[in-house]
């Protein structure tokens, strides 16, 4: 088999594999059907890319979010790869279409909802494909905390090539997501690869909310680098957005509300900036490539425990300190139980089981990271020293000067 350190190399710039890549790789150069559960951050997105130029034909990747087969469009074409998107959005469809059939396309980026259509299997047979490769696999699974019904889709259409190769990607399935997402796609129980969950450069600290703006004021005053403030409502990200820019502190609000240009640009603000807060939804930080990170807060109960690892993952990405603070409280609680008592009865089960998941960690005397990295499946030998609980101070935040600061109108 070819050895595919040198195109590391020459096409990527990169001295060698980070982490399990090496063994994702291997497989895929060899045809074998992967499920990669790797976390954010840790180079998913290159299993599929390096294989692409590797091999002969068009690896179809299948991803959620059409912003995010943007950005992903763009870092493969910075380094050379032949990549383009299909989408409603594209305007060059046509010129795309062409492309593919003519194997000039290393990568075609696709949204599942063109799984569906007898359209695209058509196409897929007039072009040679390299590799079926299925960004944010979870979304395949009922257990996995975002599921898109079009994922369902995704295993008829690649049984009808059989002989391309399957990589499923993931950063955020627990034991019994990754089983089904096996079984949704196709992929044999012995073709997952799981690579280390631990961020140890992160301190994790969870407390009550008291007066949470005021304890967001506080992070942000004792962590001078850039930071994600997670807000429960669209409305909540400007408000906290503008009380905590009245200290001066470069921030921005950045939620699906907005101007599709104001959003571009805040978020282009905030990765070019040192010391920016950006105020955000959950709609913020998927794709977003910001090593320096320093601090994420959530001002309330993120969705589940896969959610609060996937946004406190987008700090210290560069391996320096980093911190992530949670602000929760009973409310929290209610919603979430009120939001379960909405969705379809037979998800129900499931989400209160995630639901109790968090609450064992936000709720712990122990060490958070232990129940946090249980949660992925894997033992922590010794507690962990950096978090909260760990460090014997849970954080009790008061309204200190420097909070009065950024809070006072
Ligand atoms: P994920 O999808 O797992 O969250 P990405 O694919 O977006 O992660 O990659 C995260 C960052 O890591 C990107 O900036 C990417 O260029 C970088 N990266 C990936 N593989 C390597 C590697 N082998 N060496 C150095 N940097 C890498
Ligand atoms: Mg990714």
């Not at 068009?58 to 870092?75: G, Y």
Request: proline residues 5%; glycine residues 8%.
């Amino acid at each position: 088999m070819l050895d595919p350190l040198p195109t590391l190399q020459r096409v990527f710039g990169f001295p060698g594999f980070r982490g399990v890549q090496a063994d994702v790789v291997a497989r895929v150069l060899a045809g074998e059907r992967t499920l990669a559960v790797m976390p954010t951050g840790a180079g998913k997105s290159l299993c599929y890319q390096l294989p692409s130029v590797m091999l002969e034909g068009t690896c179809v990747v299948v991803s959620p979010l059409i912003a995010l087969m943007h950005d992903q469009l763009r870092s493969a074409e910075a380094v050379g790869i032949r990549a383009a998107t299909l989408t409603s959005v594209d305007e060059n469809r046509a010129e795309t279409i062409q492309r593919f059939k003519a194997g000039a396309l290393d990568l075609l980026y696709v949204a599942p909802e063109r799984a569906s259509s007898g359209h695209f299997r058509e196409l897929l047979g007039q072009a040679k494909l390299s590799l079926f490769a299925i960004d944010e696999a979870h979304c395949v699974s009922e257990w996995g905390h975002d599921f898109r019904p079009d994922y369902r889709l995704l295993e008829p259409l690649m049984d009808a090539f059989p002989e391309v190769g399957r990589l499923a990607l993931t950063a955020t399935a627990d034991a019994h997501t990754r089983a089904d997402i096996l079984k949704q796609l196709g992929i044999p129980n012995d073709g997952l690869i799981v690579s280390g969950f631990d961020r140890p450069n992160i301190r994790y600290s969870i407390g009550a909310k008291d007066n949470v703006n005021r304890q967001i004021a506080d992070v942000i005053a004792r962590n001078p680098g850039p930071g994600i403030v997670y807000a429960q409502t669209r409305a909540a990200t400007e408000k906290l957005a503008e009380a905590l820019g009245r200290s001066g502190r470069p921030t921005r609000a950045y939620h699906a509300g907005l101007d599709a240009a104001v959003r571009a640009k805040n978020q282009a603000d905030f990765v070019a900036s040192e010391d920016m807060v950006i105020c955000a939804t959950v709609a913020f930080g998927m794709g977003i490539d910001k090593p320096d990170v320093r601090f994420v807060a959530h001002a309330g109960l993120p969705k589940s425990i896969e959610a609060y690892y996937q946004e406190t993952g987008r700090a210290g990405r560069d391996g320096d300190p980093a911190v992530a603070h949670l602000f929760w409280g009973a409310d929290d609680f209610a919603r979430a139980r009120q939001r379960i008592g909405e969705v379809e009865p037979e998800r129900q089960a499931g989400e209160r089981t995630r639901l109790q998941a968090l609450g064992a960690l936000v709720e712990t005397a122990g060490c958070r990271r232990r129940i946090l990295l249980k949660h992925f499946g894997e033992d922590l030998a010794e507690d962990c020293g950096n978090c909260d609980n760990c460090l014997g101070s849970p954080d009790a935040i008061d309204a200190t000067e420097t909070a009065q600061k950024y809070l006072s109108a």
